[in-house]
Nanobody
């Protein structure tokens, strides 16, 4: 079973940056699309970004376009989410999720994904 572990969260000031990592163990990520999702207190989970298995397809939520960048290094079995110009609205628990795909595609819909990490907290505050 694919196991995903997020890291890189923490406390950052408004305008700052963080890079989240989603690392896989046991299985290669070569066949998996990966999505990043977040959930703030009292809010529903929302899709942040996703990347297809060959990285040719990437999507971003409107709220993070131009600030966040998703990438993957299959040799390191890791997907990254570079987050710049962070603001208080970005405060949430961030999760990565994986789904094995036949085609080179990804989805911003959480129910598509079969495997989830435990989440990492991102807090943007002065």
């Amino acid at each position: 079973q694919l196991q995903l572990v997020e890291s890189g969260g923490g406390l950052v000031q408004p305008g700052g940056s963080l890079r989240l990592s989603c690392a896989a163990s046991e299985f290669s990520l070569d066949y998996y699309a990966i999505g990043w999702f977040r959930q703030a207190p009292g809010k529903e989970r929302e899709g942040v970004s996703c990347i297809s298995k060959r990285a040719r397809v990437q999507y971003y939520a409107d709220s993070v376009k131009g600030r966040f960048t998703i990438s993957r290094d299959n040799a390191k079995n890791t997907v990254y989410l570079q987050m710049n110009s962070l603001n208080a609205e970005d405060t949430a628990v961030y999760y990565c999720a994986g789904v094995r795909t036949t085609w080179d595609m990804c989805s911003m819909t959480g129910r598509v994904y079969d495997y989830w990490g435990q989440g990492t907290q991102v807090t943007v505050s002065s």
